[in-house]
């Protein structure tokens, strides 16, 4: 056992459970799904191949019994898996990578290390843990703070607020021996709360209480706005939170709901790191520093801080030769789009655009040199080419999520509305290796989704056309001081960093990141759009929640 | 089959089904007690937790499915009889089809200019 990686926990002589017990565990162990946190999309920046390691990633961890964890979880998350967790069922484990999960609610059971290896050592001993696994005793109960507000049922009427539904208790009380009343004074306990059952019966109590006043459709929705459409429908606040599938992980969104139309949504990064503040500090480890800020896209923001330097007194600290930050930034662009592509086709219901977009970005986050882009070229191209072809595709998102041309954005968000601005305007390397900025005039999902696979196809040109990949190193002058501003093309849109540098030490840092622009176009994309047009307008706008903190 | 049988063969049915029953129940009893925790049963809201109770009025979109259902549906199970003697009735069992049709047609046509026809 090499240091660094814990073997499976043992408290006492654990005996295999045999007979039928033992058939069920040691099969239980065979096929595992596992719900990836903060999601699958992290796991393949890593480098990391789920399906070759054994592991199924499931949308909902009502499917899952393994709860994998990439690296650090942010403190806004933590909540978010302690849910997560409580909502698994048994027999479930905690495979942490890369991280030791201290101070948090569910502790990891297995430990491993970040890539590859680690993670099939960490599925071997899961699979041995579950098939050793004895019956849980009966003092194992998984509690938290938390999860103590699911059980508040006070609560649960209060927030009835938008329901209506306060004024009713009374007349429940009443219609305690009518024989269709089985939830009299809505007493909640812990079973499970079958939704349809609960629907279905207030529409009988609706039946019998049609002169009852309070209940009554109308006088519920009497004081709401009205949507165009006119119908008058009940209003709820549903969140979309912190994790889930197909949305950027951390992106905690509330959506106001009329029926089934929104119209309203609020999305906000729910990582809470507090990173900007650590920025400050000395100039050699500040690139490190601000690629913590997006995990998402570490080169665009290494090149950023490495400009900025360099244009602080216009001290060049760097070798004069450009080129080969134009193309470990333009892989990443195309990384980060098939990235895109994956979880996108995953909110679409469109499975195999999803796996293959996935497979394809594993490949080129994988690949080590130039000559492996080239030789994944022809599957990325034969891919864009059916992608772009498809006329499902097309009649889906034609026509949904347009933003106003005035609205402020950058990146493919602008560029699908028509601008042409892009920071790689004015750079003279990025021209000369062949950029040219991609426009589409619609304004709507289909134009942002077209524009990305076109940005993938020019950004693996002008990679094939390069020397190399890596990116110059940082020598600093001890008495380095002054201003230094600089603006790079993130995959998402232009992020641009403001710094002071005194006595080789950077003073202060100032960020803005493309992201928390776009978080207020939110409320346009989901503007009277039907639920499902609704997440796809957001998904669209490409938010990195890493970006969007405070 | 005497009386005797046919009420025999019926508390046989009984019996398995009630054995078919209580075999899947201590199966699964077998397999471990369901434990109560809080938050366990919450619906699985993207890592927050959904407030209790979620009583949302939908809008009954599919009621244009249903319309296309029984447009179609039913006017096949009629179609079914009636293709049987369509041709030793002529001419007339034709046009009497043809109405029912023209009926269901209405139904059709209500339903696209609704949008049911719209591929969602």
Request: charged content about 20%.
């Amino acid at each position: 056992m090499e240091p660094g990686c814990s073997a499976t926990t043992v408290r006492e002589v654990r005996e295999a459970p045999g007979g039928w017990r033992g058939l069920v565990a040691r099969a239980m162990a065979r096929s595992l799904t596992t719900f990836v946190v903060p999601d699958a999309r992290m796991a393949r920046e890593a480098g990391i191949d789920l399906a070759a390691a054994g592991l199924q990633p499931v949308a909902t961890p009502r499917h899952a019994s393994v709860l994998l964890v990439i690296g650090d979880v942010p403190p806004g998350l933590a909540d978010a898996v302690t849910v997560v967790y409580a909502q698994m069922p048994r027999p479930r484990t905690v495979l942490a990578l890369g991280t030791q999960m201290t101070g948090l609610l569910p502790a990891a059971n297995i430990t491993v290390p970040l890539n590859q290896k680690g993670l099939e050592r960490g599925v071997a001993q899961v699979r041995a843990r579950i098939s050793s696994q004895p019956e849980a005793s009966a003092d194992d109960v998984f509690t938290a703070q938390v999860l103590d507000a699911a059980d508040d049922d006070d609560g649960g009427m209060d927030k009835g607020e938008m329901h209506h539904h306060e004024g009713n208790d009374g007349e429940h009380g009443d219609e305690d021996d009518d024989a269709t009343n089985p939830h009299a004074g809505h007493d909640m306990d812990d079973s499970a709360i079958d939704d349809g059952d609960g629907s279905m019966d207030h529409g009988d109590m609706d039946h019998d209480m049609m002169g009852g006043g309070g209940m009554s459709m109308v006088s519920m929705t009497q004081d709401l706005p009205r949507s165009p459409d006119g119908l008058p429908m009940e209003w709820s606040e549903v969140a979309f939170g912190p994790l889930f599938p197909g949305l950027p992980a951390g992106l905690a969104s509330t959506l106001t709901l009329d029926g089934d139309t929104v119209v309203d949504a609020l999305s906000s990064g729910a990582m809470d790191r507090a990173i900007l503040s650590s920025l400050p500090g000395p100039v050699a480890s500040f690139p490190d520093r601000l690629v913590a800020v997006d995990p998402l896209a570490p080169v665009a923001y290494r090149i950023l801080a490495m400009k900025a330097l360099a244009n602080v007194n216009g001290a060049s600290i760097f070798p004069p030769a450009n080129v080969p930050w134009v193309a470990a930034c333009e892989r990443e662009r195309a990384a980060s789009h098939l990235g895109w592509l994956a979880g996108f086709g995953e909110l679409l219901g469109y499975d195999w655009m999803a796996a293959q977009a996935a497979a394809l970005h594993l490949a080129l986050v994988r690949a080590p040199d130039i000559s492996s882009i080239k030789a994944i070229r022809p599957d990325v191209d034969r891919f864009l080419r059916d992608m772009s072809r498809n006329p499902m595709l097309r009649l889906r998102l034609a026509g949904i999520g347009t933003l106003d041309p005035g609205s402020e954005a950058s990146g493919p968000v602008a560029r699908g509305s028509g601008k042409r601005g892009d920071a790689r305007n004015d750079d003279h390397s990025s021209v000369e290796a062949g950029f040219y900025p991609i426009v589409q005039d619609a304004g709507d999902v289909l134009a942002r989704f077209r524009v990305r696979l076109a940005e993938i196809s020019l950004s693996l040109d002008m990679v094939a056309g390069a020397e190399t990949l890596s990116l110059p190193d940082l020598s600093v002058q001890a008495d380095f001081r002054g201003t230094g501003w600089a603006v790079v093309e993130t995959p998402r849109g232009s992020a641009t960093l403001q710094i002071d540098v005194q006595d080789g030490h950077v003073r202060t840092a100032h960020v803005d990141a493309p992201s928390a622009v776009h978080a207020k176009l939110v409320s346009q994309v989901v503007d009277q759009a039907e639920l499902a047009d609704a997440l796809i307008g957001i998904a669209s706008l490409d938010l990195s929640p890493w970006e969007m903190d405070g | 089959m005497t009386v005797f049988q046919q009420y025999g063969l019926l508390v046989a049915f009984f019996i398995s089904t009630v054995g078919l029953v209580a075999t899947l129940h201590l199966i699964a009893r077998s397999l471990g007690r369901n434990r109560h925790e809080p938050g366990k049963d919450v619906p699985y809201t993207g890592g927050t937790l959904a407030p209790k109770p979620v009583w949302v009025r939908y809008h009954f979109h599919y009621y244009g499915f249903a319309l296309l259902f029984l447009a179609f549906d039913m006017e096949m199970a009629f179609m079914y009889p009636w293709a049987v003697v369509y041709r030793e009735l002529g001419i007339a069992a034709l046009l009497d089809m043809g109405v029912f049709l023209a009926i269901l047609f209405l139904g059709i046509l209500y339903g696209w200019s609704q949008g049911a026809l719209r591929r969602q």
